[in-house]
């Protein structure tokens, strides 16, 4: 039983000739150990004759499962009782997060040892209730070093470090356990230079000594002193020494911890593997891949790290060639590592690689995580293919909120708000509550579809009804919702209303009403929100140029030049368009204005090829002139 082997156990049981009280007693605890609850009770109601032990091993092991009416019943039931009975119950209370019940017990009881003191005394410490520990810490007649441990910890905890030192002081006898809760104490409430006094001055130390100064010394930023201590550790642990680097890694210091790892030879994998994310953290992914490089061992996690922490630098591509390396000379893949694949396939995105890993995924046997799924979901509706993102959608047992917000979303992105509203009622359906990401599509379809009054409604049923408070996103698709339908004094006075709320206005919602502004011609707000970008963000460039085209349109040619002067004047360019199309699994990159593509030549000649075609058209047709419609070609694609 002790060895989890509980059915060999069993054979011997049945086995057996004769059985008195202590085999039938070590089959009930054995099954309470390795938590086959129904059984342990089963034997328990089977048995023969019972003695104390037997009706004590029941409680403890229906308290530890949470059975506690059923510990009450038996309780109730023992023909006598000893004061193990007793304590069973009060720390049986205590485990199932029902104090007072134990200090009802514990009241009751006849006979009192000091483990029943300590057990209800610690209880209180733990739920809060110092007053009431502190009156029974001074009624116990004998108290050992646990009882005056607890107390020391309690006090501290709470901030009262007087108290715990006076009574860290008045204890007749300390050992190894004492000194480490005053000085842990001493840590909690940023008294970390009194804690090393007190850790100096400590007779003996135990590992738990070394490793709580350590942390305390790592949590208050002093790092080298946490570095020094460690050195001088006799027994030098290794998650110790991880926790001290990390810190290093989470203030930024990156170097400084690969120079540390460097001349101390204490580094494992995960020691590495956090300089490498530190490194992608900071941006530097030459001197993240250089240490993947020189790593001679690598697991899992590293090679997800790497993976992930490309795609985090836009380095998408170069993550998918990682992850194409990993599957021919490293570990085997795990969820974590679809996860992430699938998130660059998103990103770039590529919607055969992502077919491809999804192939991976089910041959590994991974397609039935819901992580790994709602990727899949994410990758198919940011790579245009929501039939497919629909298809993984319904292939899942349940859904979390991350699988319908994904689903949503893509629908809304995908301009189809009527699917997206659909998705969210469905949702609604269910026990997943909607979060903020979940409203930001419904939102978005909204504005999609046009469906002014489903915007507002939903906008005041987010509030009401969820009581979620609306963030940027939210003000911004309600503005853009009403904007893009020409309702531009409504948008304004959503504005004044969100003032009026006291949140601020960010230049995101200016910047929907600005578009707003330029479909409809409203020269006078246009103005104003165009103004408001501009004082958070003087280097947009799209504002600067919907601003001109917006006082050109109006007949007002001084103010877009004065727009354009601006503009240059703040040294402000225009941003290159960028598109890029998958063709036989190849990605194609073209910039306005570069001929860099070494395709660039043919798509030119394919272009003229074109309006040669259009043109000859035209000309057959004389429905309109030629002039009229032709794109002009400089002979730049982009």
């Known amino acids: 039983?002790?060895?989890?082997?509980?059915?060999?156990?069993?054979?011997?049981?049945?086995?057996?000739?004769?059985?008195?009280?202590?085999?039938w007693n070590a089959m009930i605890r054995g099954y309470f150990?390795?938590?086959?609850?129904?059984?342990?009770?089963?034997?328990?109601?089977?048995?023969?004759e019972r003695d104390i032990f037997s009706y004590n091993t029941v409680i403890d092991g229906m308290m530890q499962c949470g059975?506690?009416?059923?510990?009450?019943?038996?309780?109730?039931?023992?023909?006598?009782?000893?004061?193990v009975t007793w304590n069973s119950m009060v720390s049986g209370y205590i485990r199932n997060g029902m104090i007072y019940k134990a200090v009802e017990a514990f009241d009751g009881m006849l006979l009192k040892d000091v483990i029943s003191w300590n057990s209800v005394i610690g209880g209180l410490v733990n739920c809060g209730d110092l007053d009431l520990a502190e009156e029974y810490f001074r009624r116990m007649i004998v108290r050992d070093i646990v009882s005056w441990t607890i107390m020391i910890s309690g006090l501290a905890s709470a901030g009262r470090v007087l108290e715990a030192r006076e009574l860290f002081v008045n204890m007749p006898v300390r050992d190894v356990r004492a000194w480490n809760a005053m000085m842990v104490g001493y840590i909690e409430n940023g008294?970390?230079?009194?804690?090393?006094?007190?850790?100096?001055?400590?007779?003996?130390?135990?590992?738990?000594?070394?490793n709580e100064l350590i942390s305390g010394l790592v949590r208050s930023k002093r790092v080298t002193h946490a570095i020094n201590l460690f050195m001088e550790m006799p027994q030098k642990c290794q998650k110790m020494w991880n926790s001290i680097l990390l810190e290093l890694v989470r203030n930024g210091l990156i170097k400084q911890v690969h120079a540390i790892m460097e001349k101390f030879p204490y580094s494992d994998v995960v020691t590495w593997t956090n300089l490498i994310v530190g490194y992608f953290g900071l941006g530097e992914v030459?001197?993240?891949?250089?240490?993947?490089?020189?790593?001679?061992?690598?697991?899992?996690?590293?090679?997800?790290?790497?993976?992930?922490?490309?795609?985090?630098?836009?380095?998408?591509?170069?993550?998918?060639k990682l992850f194409i390396?990993?599957?021919?000379?490293?570990?085997?893949?795990?969820?974590?590592?679809?996860?992430?694949?699938?998130?660059?396939?998103?990103?770039?995105?590529?919607?055969?690689?992502?077919?491809?890993?999804?192939?991976?995924?089910?041959?590994?046997?991974?397609?039935?995580?819901?992580?790994?799924?709602?990727?899949?979901?994410?990758?198919?509706?940011?790579?245009?293919?929501?039939?497919?993102?629909?298809?993984?959608?319904?292939?899942?047992?349940?859904?979390?909120?991350?699988?319908?917000?994904?689903?949503?979303?893509?629908?809304?992105?995908?301009?189809?708000?009527?699917?997206?509203?659909?998705?969210?009622?469905?949702?609604?359906?269910?026990?997943?509550?909607?979060?903020?990401?979940?409203?930001?599509?419904?939102?978005?379809?909204?504005?999609?579809?046009?469906l002014v009054d489903q915007g507002r409604y939903y906008f005041d049923f987010m509030k009401s009804k969820c009581c979620l408070q609306p963030k940027i996103e939210h003000y911004t698709c309600i503005v853009d919702l009403l904007g893009r339908f020409g309702l531009i004094d409504e948008a304004m006075n959503f504005l004044d209303?969100?003032?009026?709320?006291?949140?601020?206005?960010?230049?995101?919602?200016?910047?929907?009403?600005?578009?707003?502004?330029?479909?409809?011609?409203?020269?006078?707000?246009?103005?104003?929100?165009?103004?408001?970008?501009?004082?958070?963000?003087?280097?947009?460039?799209?504002?600067?140029?919907?601003?001109?085209?917006?006082?050109l349109s109006g007949g007002k040619r001084g103010?877009?030049?004065?727009?354009?002067?601006?503009?240059?004047?703040?040294?402000?360019?225009?941003?290159?368009?960028?598109?890029?199309?998958?063709?036989?699994?190849?990605?194609?990159?073209?910039?306005?204005?570069?001929?860099?593509h070494p395709e660039f030549s043919r798509v030119c000649c394919v272009l003229d090829l074109i309006h040669m075609e259009l043109e000859i058209k035209i000309s057959e047709s004389n429905a309109v002139s030629f002039q009229q419609i032709k794109v002009p070609f400089d002979g730049h694609y982009g």
């Open 286 to 320: 030459g001197g993240a891949i250089q240490i993947f490089e020189l790593m001679p061992a690598r697991d899992a996690t590293v090679w997800n790290a790497t993976v992930f922490g490309l795609g985090e630098n836009d380095q998408g591509e170069e993550g998918l």
């Open 1 to 23: 039983m002790r060895n989890g082997l509980v059915e060999e156990a069993q054979k011997l049981f049945d086995k057996m000739p004769l059985r008195n009280t202590v085999t």
């Open 67 to 83: 059975d506690v009416d059923g510990a009450r019943e038996v309780f109730d039931g023992m023909p006598f009782r000893d004061v």
């Open 191 to 210: 008294q970390i230079e009194i804690a090393e006094d007190l850790f100096q001055k400590m007779p003996k130390h135990n590992f738990e000594s070394w």
């Open 325 to 450: 390396r990993m599957k021919e000379s490293g570990p085997s893949a795990d969820k974590a590592t679809f996860t992430s694949v699938l998130t660059l396939c998103s990103d770039l995105p590529t919607l055969q690689f992502g077919k491809q890993t999804h192939a991976g995924v089910i041959k590994s046997g991974f397609n039935s995580f819901i992580s790994v799924s709602n990727a899949m979901i994410t990758m198919y509706a940011r790579c245009g293919s929501m039939h497919s993102a629909l298809l993984e959608f319904s292939s899942m047992s349940s859904h979390d909120i991350i699988s319908w917000n994904s689903i949503i979303c893509g629908y809304a992105h995908h301009g189809n708000g009527e699917k997206a509203l659909e998705m969210f009622e469905r949702m609604r359906l269910t026990d997943t509550m909607p979060n903020h990401i979940t409203f930001v599509g419904v939102l978005s379809a909204c504005s999609h579809a046009g």
């Open 497 to 551: 209303q969100m003032r009026a709320d006291g949140v601020e206005v960010p230049a995101s919602v200016w910047g929907a009403l600005l578009g707003a502004c330029r479909i409809y011609k409203n020269i006078e707000v246009g103005k104003i929100a165009g103004g408001r970008v501009l004082e958070v963000d003087p280097c947009n460039s799209g504002v600067y140029l919907i601003l001109a085209e917006l006082f």
């Open 33 to 48: 150990i390795n938590g086959r609850f129904v059984e342990a009770v089963n034997f328990f109601d089977q048995m023969p």
């Open 559 to 596: 103010e877009a030049e004065k727009i354009w002067a601006q503009m240059k004047e703040n040294g402000v360019k225009k941003q290159p368009g960028c598109s890029w199309i998958e063709v036989n699994r190849s990605a194609h990159i073209f910039l306005s204005g570069d001929s860099s």
